[in-house]
DNA sequence: GCACATAGTCCGAAGTTCGGACTAATGTGA
DNA sequence: TCACATTAGTCCGAACTTCGGACTATGTGC
């Protein structure tokens, strides 16, 4: 299976700019679940991705749900899942008494913290693969990308 | 949310190169996604995903499992729904009896001409956003990083 | 030809998703 | 200052999805 035959920019090329992300993206992720799963941190795939939104201050669950393009309930349920696994934390949003902000507790910075090496190891396969400056160059066009793609910019 | 808990590079700097992939990733998704929406065709995340990685001359099951990273199981389930909608079709494999082809219909190649042109338009804004040289090297330093990060190439 | 691997399916329990309806707190403007 | 619209989040529950285990049919090697 060399060609995709849903999204391939044309039948001669390989394959589109979107699939060529994915891959990448894919093995990091896989790296990261790998080595919490290793630790003893069973993570499904949903709650790793709405966890790894949560901003060091604490999220709130709509900009969570933005984030991550759920509805509220979904990211509620794996929110609730988070904090059943002791992960995070909603405590008062002091600045808005309808809101509750999502905190990482210890034990969810244990997650930050071994996952942590394992990016930046990926991250150096990478760049020993790529050679420095292409790693750059690469790291550049996809910050600016993120100008036009990313839904979500603060 | 600029800087994310979970996996950020480290703490002063951006995006690590997981979420910067995703991004931009995402985007091509959903702009493909909304595509098909509006030509009446409403593809549900997973199925979209699965039918992507049909070959043109057909995919067995387990491949498709293997290449989405899911049990033979959902994929099977998914491809049921596909067939249902009338967008593929399974037929015996030629060469093992065991084994059927998953093939696109003409139905489900209706899907493939509408996520071209959205695909060469979002690469467009993207190459205009970047410029030439810029994408170039993107697409390459993608096409080289597969080569480490691709647990299935053929 | 017999054992063993492999392709795919069926079954069903457990889990996930998310529309709709709801409560509570905020902001707004007359 | 009070109605009124808006926004944060939760609760409920039906529909759907996922996937382990067990199974059949075919291929392959000894």
């Known amino acids: ?27 990091m992720e896989t790296a990261v679940l790998d080595a919490l799963a290793e630790a003893g941190h069973d993570l ?33 349920s794996i929110v609730d899942h988070l904090e059943r696994s002791g992960y995070v934390r909603r405590i008062p949003d002091p600045t808005d008494a309808r809101a509750r902000l999502v905190t990482i507790t210890p034990r969810g910075q244990e997650l930050v913290e071994i996952s942590l090496p394992v ?13 420095e400056q292409r790693t750059v160059l690469l790291r550049d066009a996809l910050a600016d990308l993120r100008e036009i793609t990313d839904p979500f910019r603060p």
């Open 1 to 27: 299976m060399c060609k995709t035959a849903g999204v391939s920019t044309d039948d001669a090329s390989p394959l589109n700019l979107g699939l060529l992300l994915f891959i990448p993206y894919r093995a």
């Open 44 to 76: 499904p795939l949903n709650q790793a991705r709405v966890f790894q939104r949560i901003a060091p201050e604490g999220s709130r669950l709509a900009q969570l749900a933005q984030a991550s393009q759920l509805p509220k309930q979904t990211v509620g």
């Open 119 to 131: 990016v930046r190891a990926t991250e150096a396969a990478w760049r020993a693969h790529l050679g």
